[in-house]
């Protein structure tokens, strides 16, 4: 197999760490596609099938990403948006590994490996786009309740 090398040291992204930082702060899994443009199993990430309202920040570096507004049912079992949050806060890369013509999505901020965009699928969104994200390149924030740490809870009302 023809594993691709990341031989550029330097991204010029604003946050730019070392291999081993990248392998200290993040679990095997989440490197291997965040760092080494793995791909999780379809069917398998913890967002591909999610509907929940929020925001989806990088797992690398907490940047958002995408929001539930552009989140749409694809079934190709990853999370798929129509758009990023914003204009700027992916960036594309062309991946001709694996023998096809691809569009690599990497985060601005940190240049982790996201997922792929696909175009012209006929999904019937408002871009013909399909941001195919994987789940563990995402941490999804709701926005509807607070997410709360692990309280007690009620036992301590005054
Ligand atoms: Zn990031």
């Known amino acids: 197999m023809n594993t691709p090398e990341n031989t550029s040291k330097t991204t ?16 095997p899994d989440e490197y291997r596609v965040l760092r080494q443009a793995g791909t999780e199993r379809p069917y398998t990430g913890e967002y591909w ?3 929940t309202e929020g925001v989806y920040q ?5 940047s958002q990403l995408f929001t539930s507004h552009e989140k749409f ?5 990853w999370p798929s948006f129509w ?3 914003a204009e700027g806060t992916v960036r594309y890369l062309h991946d001709r590994t694996m023998g096809m013509d691809r569009v690599e999505v990497r985060c601005a901020n940190c240049d982790s490996h996201l997922g792929h965009v696909f175009e012209g699928e006929g999904y019937g969104t408002p871009t ?6 994987n789940s563990i390149s995402l941490r999804l ?4 309740e607070p997410v709360e740490s692990k ?3 009620e036992s301590e009302r005054k």
Request: net charge negative; glycine share 6%.
């Open 128 to 133: 013909d786009q399909r941001f195919c994200i």
């Open 73 to 77: 049912d694809s079934h190709c079992g």
């Open 49 to 51: 099938d999610t509907h």
């Open 141 to 144: 924030v709701e926005s509807k």
């Open 12 to 27: 010029g992204v604003p946050l730019e760490k070392s291999d081993a930082q990248w392998r200290e702060e993040l679990t």
């Open 58 to 62: 990088c797992r690398a570096c907490g």
């Open 83 to 85: 758009a990023p949050l």
């Open 151 to 153: 309280e007690p809870a």
